[in-house]
Every structure is written in C-alpha cells, then in structure tokens.
C-alpha cells in the first residue's frame, strides 16, 4: 500500500533499538491511524524511498513521506508530531528553532544512536494485530 494522504508513510532504521522504540511510541499515540510504517532497509522501505527521492541513497534519518513530499530528520519528526494530534502537534514550535540547529542535535543524536541504544540482528516484525499498518509485515 503507497503512502497517500490518508496514511502517511514513516521510514526507519529497522535494526535500531531507537527507532523500533519511537515507532512502537508512534503506534501508541497514532489513535487515529494515520500512519504507515517500513523499514528502511526492506525491499517496500527501498521500493518507497527511490519513489520520493529517486537519486538519494539511504539516509540515517527517519523518513515520512506525505502527500507526494518527503520529510527527513527533524521536519520529519516535527511532521509526524503533527500528524498525531494534539498535544504532539505542540512540536511545531519546534519550528521556530533554525533548521541548522534541529538537524545538528538530530544528527548526533543519530550517529550515536547504536552506541547509546544498541542494535537488534534483524529489523522487527509486527504484530499480527499491526501487520496491516507496515508495508513490509
């Protein structure tokens, strides 16, 4: 199922600890089910992303791909806050911030992030009861 305005699409590092733990936090607070999901290194998360961004490679950001536009690093985040309704949708304040600065944090923190949070062997498999809400379940 392509991302479409009714179901955005978030991208993640399917091997990180961090990243399993912020969709698994996603799905929590998703009541409404807005979001999709797919690791980035699954052939739906590839197969999605050289869709949005034909010439990239693979980034070391959580991507969310929305209505034909593609968000990384901290707009991604900023974005999906958004999408999950009030009281998330406050970190758009964090747009007041300049975008150097957000993405500087952001990236730290992602270049640490297995060091600080660890690393699984293989990406996560949903639930049967989320299956239906990640493309590569």
Known sequence: MPANRSHPLILFDGVCNLCNASVAWIIRHDRRDVFRFASLQSPAGRAALAAAAPSGGIPDSVVLIDGGRMYTRSNAAIEIARGLGFPWSLAAAGLMV??????????????????????????????PELRARFLDG
Do not use: E, H, I
């Open 98 to 127: 300049p975008r150097p600065l957000r993405d500087a944090l952001y990236s730290t923190v992602a270049r640490n992030r297995y060091r600080w949070f660890g690393k699984r062997a293989a990406c996560m498999m949903p639930t």
